[in-house]
C-alpha cells in the first residue's frame, strides 16, 4: 500500500505569509496527487488536483507543484478564510486513494 | 446541481450493525465510481471503500475488509454501506463521494455521523 506523509502537522502563520505544506509518497505515483481543504464540520473541498491543476472557482493563490513522490501546495498569500486542514491524496484506480494525515494552519 | 446526501447514521452497540445510504441527484450516477470516507473525531479523512460504476468491482480498507460491504442500485441513483461487527474504532462521520476511475474526489455529501458505543 502507498504510503501519504504530511509536514508539518501543524503550521502557525499570518494573514499575508505564503505558506508551503509538503506531501510525500512512499513510491512515486506520477502526478496523481491531490489536495484538499477541510473546515470544522464540513466536507473537504478540492483544491488541487493531477498536482498541480486548479479546481474551478479555487483562487490563484493556491498552487501545487510535484511529482514523484513529493509533493507541495503552496498559497502565496495567506486570507483568513484560508485557515484549515489540508490534507493530499493520492488517487489512482490501482493503488487506491490514500490521504495524507493533514496539516493545520493556524493563526499565528 | 450534483448532491450527494449520506443518510442511516447513529448510535449502535459494539458488534451490531447499521446501513448507511448516498442519495445521488444531478449527475449521471451509473457513470461514476463511488467511494466511501470516514473522519473520526478529531482525526482525519480515511478512505474505507469503493466500488466501480455498474458494480462489479469493489475495493476495502484493511480495517473493515470481511465486516462492511458496499453496494449500489444505479436504478435507485443510491450507494450504501453495510456495516457489520462494528466496533468503537468505527465511530466516525462517514462521507460519500464520487469519482471516475482515476480522479480526486471532486463532490462529496455532507457526512452522516455513526457512534458506536454502549
Known amino acids: 500500500d502507498i504510503q501519504m506523509t504530511q509536514s508539518p502537522s501543524t503550521l502557525s502563520a499570518s494573514v499575508g505569509d505564503r505558506v508551503t505544506i509538503t506531501c510525500r509518497a512512499s513510491q512515486s505515483i506520477s502526478s496523481w496527487l491531490a489536495w484538499y481543504q477541510q473546515k470544522p464540520g464540513k466536507a473537504p473541498k478540492l483544491l488541487i488536483y493531477?498536482?498541480?491543476s486548479l479546481e474551478s472557482g479555487v483562487p490563484s493563490r493556491f498552487s501545487g507543484s510535484g511529482s514523484g513522490t513529493e509533493f507541495t501546495l503552496t498559497i502565496s498569500s495567506l486570507q483568513p478564510d484560508d485557515f484549515a486542514t489540508y490534507y493530499c491524496q493520492q488517487y489512482n484506480s490501482y493503488w487506491g486513494w490514500t490521504f495524507g494525515q493533514g496539516t493545520k494552519v493556524e493563526i499565528k | 446541481e450534483v448532491q450527494l446526501v449520506e443518510s442511516g447514521g447513529g448510535l449502535v452497540q459494539p458488534g451490531g450493525s447499521l446501513r448507511l445510504s448516498c442519495a445521488a441527484s444531478?449527475?449521471?450516477?451509473?457513470?461514476?465510481?463511488m467511494h466511501w470516507v470516514r473522519q473520526a473525531p478529531g482525526k482525519g479523512l480515511v478512505w474505507v471503500s469503493r466500488?466501480?460504476?455498474?458494480?462489479?468491482?469493489?475495493s476495502y480498507a484493511d480495517s473493515v475488509k470481511g465486516r462492511f460491504t458496499i453496494s449500489r442500485d444505479n436504478a435507485k441513483n443510491t450507494l450504501y454501506l453495510q456495516m457489520n461487527s462494528l466496533r468503537a474504532e468505527d465511530t466516525a462521520v462517514y462521507y460519500c463521494a464520487r469519482t471516475l476511475e482515476a480522479t480526486p474526489m471532486e463532490y462529496w455529501g455532507q457526512g452522516t455521523l455513526v457512534t458506536v458505543s454502549s
Open positions: 466500488i466501480n460504476s455498474d458494480g462489479s468491482s469493489t
Open positions: 444531478g449527475f449521471t450516477f451509473s457513470s461514476y465510481w
Open positions: 493531477k498536482a498541480s
